[in-house]
């Protein structure tokens, strides 16, 4: 089993910038794939960005230029820089943990976090 754990996030002006972090345990040495998804009221649980080990890290088009997603493996977490954010990007946020073994992708999810960008 994975466990994965958000922190942060919370309440801000539009333009300003909030910071998401999540931490991996457990059985994670076959966890490849990282990265943070985001689900709206009434909206589908949408891809934010993910990074991959080895690659370049992949942004939705909607974030690109205002996220940045980062991974520490030696402390095994990743984080999610958000900067000018709009009210669009109001959401819960979860983090997500995968990998691909004989043909099945596992995934697993934190609980997520709200994220609220308002006047």
């Known amino acids: 089993q994975v466990q994965l754990v958000e922190s942060g996030g919370g309440l801000v002006q539009p333009g300003g910038s909030l910071t998401l972090s999540c931490s991996a345990s457990?059985?994670?040495?076959?966890?490849?794939?990282m990265g943070w998804y985001r689900q709206a009221p009434g909206k589908q649980r949408e891809l934010v960005a993910v990074?991959?080990?080895?690659?370049?890290?992949t942004y939705a088009y909607a974030v690109q230029g205002r996220f940045t997603i980062s991974r520490d493996n030696a402390k095994n977490t990743v984080d999610l820089q958000m900067n000018s954010l709009k009210t669009e990007d109001t959401a819960v946020y979860y983090c997500?943990?995968?990998?691909?073994?004989?043909?099945?992708?596992?995934?697993?999810w934190g609980q997520g976090r709200q994220v609220s960008v308002a006047s």
């Open positions: 997500s943990g995968a990998y691909v073994e004989t043909g099945a992708t596992y995934q697993y």
């Open positions: 990074i991959i080990d080895g690659e370049t890290p």
């Open positions: 457990g059985n994670i040495f076959s966890i490849n794939t």
